[in-house]
């Protein structure tokens, strides 16, 4: 084709499941950071339960727990367990919190850059709090397990 010549494209019309589709993935789009948002707040409610239950557990006065609790093996698992705890709970907070973004009000390339920033930022700090979550969770199980064990 030569510079200048005219190009003629047919187009069919969307099927109905197409539209369906297209609607969904705008949706999506358009919720992401709400959702992201929403995994954060969740991220750290569920931190803030688990603090409640990981210093109730510490706090118990039975003497057959207060024994374990002197082991140098369960306030060495209580200790981690509280620091990937409070390092989710941080990692939430980039999820949750707002930040700034600079971008030409008339540049719609620049506005796609800021909400991709936005949206990268957000993920980063849910999956970082959600691993983070999880080995806490994990090494308070296991904190609580040999509390158990040494109390037979």
């Known amino acids: 084709m030569a510079k200048g010549d005219i190009v003629s494209y047919s187009v069919r019309p969307l099927r109905p499941d197409e539209k369906e589709l297209i609607t969904w993935f705008d949706k999506q789009e358009t919720e992401s950071a709400d959702h992201l948002e929403e995994g954060g707040r969740q991220i750290i409610g569920l931190v803030t339960g688990l603090y409640a239950i990981f210093f109730g557990a510490l706090a118990l006065g ?7 609790l002197s082991r140098p093996l369960v306030i060495a698992l209580a200790a981690v367990a509280f620091v990937f705890l409070l390092a989710a709970l941080i990692a939430a907070l980039f999820a949750v919190l707002p930040g700034t973004y600079r971008y030409r009000a008339a540049s719609i390339s620049d506005r796609k850059k800021a909400y991709d920033a936005l949206l990268a930022r957000k993920a980063r700090g849910l999956t970082a709090a959600t691993i983070l979550f999880g080995l806490g969770l994990a090494v308070f199980a296991a904190m609580t397990l040999t509390m158990l064990f040494y109390r037979l």
């Open 62 to 68: 039975a003497e057959k727990i207060e024994a374990s």
